[in-house]
């Protein structure tokens, strides 16, 4: 989580240099205890898929700081060769299916991958996380059924920070829990308070195992919020700022050092060990990135097809 | 006359026409409270209220589709999507129900609606958020395609795609909102289907729409420098074509380029082609010449990104190729 | 659901005498139950969507039947002027907005027609039909959530004949009841015989009330079967006779005579002349749609688009 | 040589490829049990059982989601979708997924699937069941789109695009299932984007594509009996586009029409009458003509439907003309 925040920051800073490769970037500040506890319930051949904001999922899946730093400033280094940006920032070899521009342009995908286990029996289990916003887009309905009916090893995460752009979720959809909407594909559905990094891991976990089993998905719901606007330039005109500092005020990260020392899972010391840590990381991060050439016109051009008939690529896939 | 922004030229248009008729109404994402992705429809939340500047849920296929049905039923809807790439969610409600409707059920019924939405590049988006996809609607009977180029024009078309009675898919340029221009202070409509010549000249004839129109101009500028008069003509309809304009203009020069930011097959610049070439073959001193965008997606990447489309430089490197060409080259 | 079930058996043997326009015709013989009860229930002003196996709503809502016929046949008399065919057939002037070919396709366009009349205040319902299969498509969930958001007066009726062409419903989706379903959109779900044209026919009232009192929509299952194949040619060979047999000895004709005699409804005289009219009505609208002439060649080219500006025609859109 | 009928002949590849590879399998509506609408699959689910070959709910965006996903983590997908316009509930999954997936990635991955489908007319299936939509396909970078005309190509073009390991886009023909042709016995692929020559000649050059080139022959046959002797050219990978091969064939014949049953605006006929008109510019005796479906809908008609798409004698007329053509028509 802190590594995240600290990215976030980062990113908001080199933005606001004017370094970025493309005027598109969300940041995930204030819902890092989402990604984190769901990536840490997750296995290495496991498969994720992200979205729009999906920094933060990458870094919880271990992505390469320097390769994402890279990737923002368009650089040859990046995780797409400089091609892809923030919105795309993707380590393929990590099982992450990619993070998507288009609100619920993965959740298909996302059952895909856990089709294909389903059928090679690769014990992987995919999670999919998606925003509050693809909620009310038909291919959530679509994929949820699929997956239920094949019952396939794919872990639903509504990542809920209470908006879609300036949409509350209160007028995106009836309020209904997630269990509720579970229930309509017969599965099970949890709420989950998504600043509290432990809840979410513990229903991760479970809906993981549930899925290894063999029964099929689950829906999380994870209730978080992003203490920014929804893009550069968004200064959140529609948001009442006592919500603001009410959710402000449960920031994942000291709720989570809070607990943390409470229950002696770190001491004080292990605790600044990690923010140095996480710093120096981000630091090296940035560093490396704008030491990293920028992506050649060449790569403007490239990639456009695979090598056709070229086994060797197609076995390249992100393996079973 | 009064210089408005592209934006507030659209602005003006849906506010004219939802005071002059109570039946027109706007909905889509963020389009209220948030005043759009790209600030057109600020502000008329404010001014009509909550029943006429609807903020829907994330669902695009439903937004065309409630468009349609609220069109059928007698409201006169004007749904945004916010960006054309979206479009992919939507394609049935669009071709499927609005470009057929009133076909397939014996002219029973019309579908009077219009689609707005935004494309083409300029910020770096990215593959999943720069399209320019007009192919894919000028391709279908039952449809009307608008992109303008200049504000003036974007409020008189959207006041008259408002009124036309079908469903009609406007396209505005995500480069092009902060465009300045001379907008009339008078009520006018702009006529849905006529060509507009964007600047005159005999040497030969540049035809684009949309941001294209101004690339154009640019590469214009610079003939001109050199002493070539380039006429440019905005189609400003996209489908039905104003072909006749198009073909009067180049049966005098001669000589055409076709400019736009789509990628070079299958698009609209095709059609243009091929019909150019036809009416006027033994006419053309030089083979039609398309600048498009390469036939790749697009980086997010600003730099990368106007690699891929067109610019200035590369319609005066076609312009002079088509000056210069020497028919014995190809003839064998 | 006489008449419907004559039109349809009527259609059965014009189209083996090869004089239907087109290929594509669905019946819904064992289904005229749903079509009635829901019809029965509306208004005047009341708006329709139907489906591909839409000739027994359009009866149920008064359609003329030699225009229908002369529809099927392709005839310049026909509802569409011959052009639209079985799949198509619509009378715009009964608030019928049109049988759709797309599953789902005129889902949102109820929606639509459910948001102008909310708009204007023109106290209309819009009764959508759709099947089964419709329940899998993003468009459902999309419609739904829209229609609950903005609390339109729109019923949805699923009249769930148990397959989508060989899907049988149980592999479509999950074992889920209607009003489960519906909780999901905070909406009432009702699950109701649809063999049983008087409970179809409360059920649809309740709605529609609830609808016009601006209550917002709700969503009705109709659980049915359909006699025969998906379409000619379908000899239904993935259903079980067991289950057809079942089915068929509840079939919603007698079943409603039974109960129209035993609550004294109507004396067997009534029934009898009921049966008599439907039969000859049925024979004067195919002897007028025989001797009607064929769509003219040019009827091909004509309504592509609407008089540009034509507010006139605009004008004639369904009016409110 | 067996004969062979169209859809036994797809069959037959996608026997042949699941027995070959574990990971083919294919999945979509109605598929498995039934057959397939136009009986394609009819076996395969008795060969290969219910994991290889998976009815699906119906869910065409998800069904074409699922195979791009499931192409990404090892499988190879072939997905059906009934008829091609329902490919509009599946633009996104196709076109912003499956297509930019391996160039927006940075070439991290690539989407090894095939989504077969079906178009054209020929059944009076009316407006939504009969719609030709290559063009939307082909203006796609990063898909390629394959529609064969006869057995022995729906095989080897089948087998070669599960090979390929690009997202492909299969369009077969309603009106060609039944069609019987020589399919040999032993195994073999069908190169993609390499043209056919159906028939050989001097005079003309007839281009197209799927249903449309026996729709060519078929006037090739009564041009002949008139003595001209057109080559019919069989383009069987629309992207892409073999442009050396109708160059080649039309720089030898200098006449040429194209033959397409998509409406003409914006169809792919327009794309090649471009770039031939660029190519042989001076070199054609004619300028090249488009033979395609009039720009309306579909009427579920059957015989209206004929009205509107190609046929011999529109090709033949076609052909008159850019055989008599004289030039001084249009030089003025
Ligand atoms: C299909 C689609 N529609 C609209 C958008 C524009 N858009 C990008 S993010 C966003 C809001 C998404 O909200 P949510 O899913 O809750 O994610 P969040 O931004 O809150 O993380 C919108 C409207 C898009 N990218 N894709
Ligand atoms: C979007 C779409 N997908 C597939 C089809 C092909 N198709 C036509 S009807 C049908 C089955 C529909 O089932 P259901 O909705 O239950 O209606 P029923 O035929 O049972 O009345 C199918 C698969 C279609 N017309 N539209
Ligand atoms: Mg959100
Ligand atoms: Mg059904």
């Given at each position: 989580m802190t590594r995240i925040r600290l990215f976030e920051e980062r990113t908001l800073e080199v933005l606001m240099q004017g370094k970025l490769a493309s005027t598109m970037c969300h940041v995930s500040i204030g819902q890092e205890a989402v990604a984190a506890g769901v990536c840490m319930a997750?296995?290495?051949?496991d498969y994720l898929t992200s979205t729009h904001r999906g920094h933060g999922h990458l870094i919880a899946r271990g992505g390469d700081l320097a390769r994402m730093m890279a990737e923002l400033m368009g650089k040859a280094t990046g995780y797409c060769k400089g091609r892809g940006g923030s919105m795309h920032i993707t380590d393929m070899a990590l099982g992450h299916l990619g993070a998507n521009g288009i609100v619920g342009g993965h959740i298909g995908i996302a059952v895909g991958a856990g089709l294909w286990s389903s059928l090679s029996q690769n014990r992987a289990v995919t999670m999919c996380l998606f925003g509050d916003g693809a909620v009310t887009e038909g291919v959530f309905h679509e994929a949820m059924n699929m997956a239920a009916v094949f019952r396939l090893p794919v872990v639903f995460v509504c990542e809920n920070n209470q908006y879609a752009m300036s949409l509350p979720w209160s007028k995106s959809t009836p309020a209904v829990d997630f269990k509720t909407r579970a229930a309509a594909y017969a599965l099970p559905g949890v709420d989950v308070d998504g600043q509290d990094v432990a809840a979410v891991y513990q229903a991760a976990c479970a809906a993981a195992d549930r899925a290894r089993r063999g029964d099929g998905p689950t829906l999380i719901g994870a209730h978080t919020y992003r203490f920014f606007g929804h893009s550069r330039g968004d200064p959140s005109a529609y948001r009442d700022p006592e919500e603001e500092k009410r959710w402000r005020a449960r920031d994942p990260l000291p709720l989570f050092k809070a607990r943390a020392l409470a229950e002696g899972w770190l001491d004080e010391d292990a605790i600044v060990r990690i923010e140095t840590e996480a710093r120096q990381a981000i630091d090296a991060a940035v560093a490396a990135a704008e030491a990293a050439p920028p992506a050649a016109d060449s790569v403007a051009f490239e990639d456009v097809y695979a090598p056709s008939g070229a086994q060797q690529l197609i076995d390249k896939a992100v393996s079973a | 006359m009064t210089t408005l922004m592209f934006r507030d030229a659209l602005r003006q248009a849906l506010r004219e026409e939802m005071q002059r008729d109570p039946r027109v109404f706007v909905l889509g994402e963020d389009i209220g409270r948030y005043g759009g992705a790209y600030a057109v429809t600020k502000g008329l939340l404010e001014e009509f209220g909550p029943r006429r500047v609807i903020d829907t849920p994330m669902s695009e296929g439903t937004i065309v589709g409630a468009a349609v049905g609220a069109a059928m039923v007698g409201g006169r809807p004007v749904a945004?999507?916010?960006?054309?790439?979206?479009m992919a969610y939507a394609m049935d409600q669009l071709v499927n129900q609005a470009a057929k409707i009133h076909y397939m059920f014996g002219g029973q019924i019309n579908v009077p609606m219009v689609l707005r939405t935004q494309q083409g590049t300029g910020r770096g988006a990215g593959a999943q958020h720069s399209q320019s996809l007009e192919a894919w609607f000028t391709h279908v009977p039952g449809l009307k395609v608008i992109a303008p180029a200049i504000p003036a024009d974007a409020k008189g078309l959207l006041k008259s795609a408002i009124r036309d009675g079908n469903p009609i898919v406007f396209l505005e340029h995500?480069?092009?909102?902060a465009l300045k221009g001379e907008v009339p202070d008078e009520e006018y409509l702009t006529p849905i289907g006529v060509a507009r010549v964007a600047r005159a000249g005999d040497d030969l004839t540049l035809i684009s729409y949309s941001r294209g129109v101004h690339v154009a101009l640019e590469a214009a500028d610079e003939l001109a420098r050199a002493g070539i008069q380039a006429e440019v003509l905005d189609?400003?309809?996209?489908?039905?074509?104003?072909i006749d304009a198009l073909i009067a203009s180049v049966r005098r020069t001669r000589r055409v380029v076709i400019v736009h930011e789509?990628?070079?097959?299958?698009?609209?610049g095709a059609e243009i082609a091929a019909r150019l070439s036809e009416a006027l073959f033994g006419r053309l001193l030089a083979p039609v010449q398309r600048v498009a965008a390469f036939d790749v997606p697009l980086p997010a990447n600003s730099r990368l990104e106007k690699l891929i489309v067109p610019d200035a430089a590369r319609v005066v490197q076609a312009a002079r190729a088509v000056l210069n060409f020497s028919p014995q080259e190809t003839i064998s």
């Open positions: 997750m296995q290495p051949q | 945004e999507i916010m960006y054309v790439d979206f995500k480069g092009l909102y189609l400003r309809t996209l489908k039905p074509l104003d789509a990628t070079l097959t299958g698009g609209l």
